[in-house]
């Protein structure tokens, strides 16, 4: 199996900073965010498997340059390549929608990015990659929460589109 950048550098990266960070089961991980976790639908992408990472110490402030890695991440399989899909709560975007107040702008910087159309309640963004393609989906829930899949492996930006459906729903 060809493992590609996002897969190698999320594992990599968790073990050189497993002084910060923890692996946690999905039902452990359900415990600890603040919102409902969208979980994939069955689809023909073969799943590998899930988990979440979460800080070990809560008080821990994480120092500019370090990654970040809070979220729930799934793993798949699609014509022997991986796809990882990273989901977390898009705080900027759930505080906007929860006060009218509030306005905010999104640039998207660093490549050609193109909108890609999915639904009224999802703004997503593709940006194709010389080793992973990327998508960013960033799903309002009916609670107003808006809940930000990314998905990074080495599959066309019709397959990764179709993988975050499975999530949504759609």
Known sequence: MIRF???????????NSADIWEKI?????????SYPLLRPQDSKFTFVKSFGVVLKDEN???KP?????YGIYDIFQWKQSE?????????VMTNVLKDPEQTMAMHYTDGKWENVEISDDVVAMFLPGSIDNYLEVNYNTADLNVIRL?????ASKNDLVKLAKTYLGK
């Open 60 to 62: 821990h402030r994480v």
């Open 25 to 33: 089961s999905i039902a452990e991980a359900a415990k600890h965010f």
């Open 150 to 154: 990314n998905l990074h492996g080495n």
């Open 83 to 91: 796809i990882v899909v990273m989901q977390t709560l898009n705080e």
């Open 65 to 69: 340059g370090d990654i970040w890695f």
């Open 5 to 15: 950048w996002a897969v190698t550098r999320i594992r990599g990266d968790l073990s």
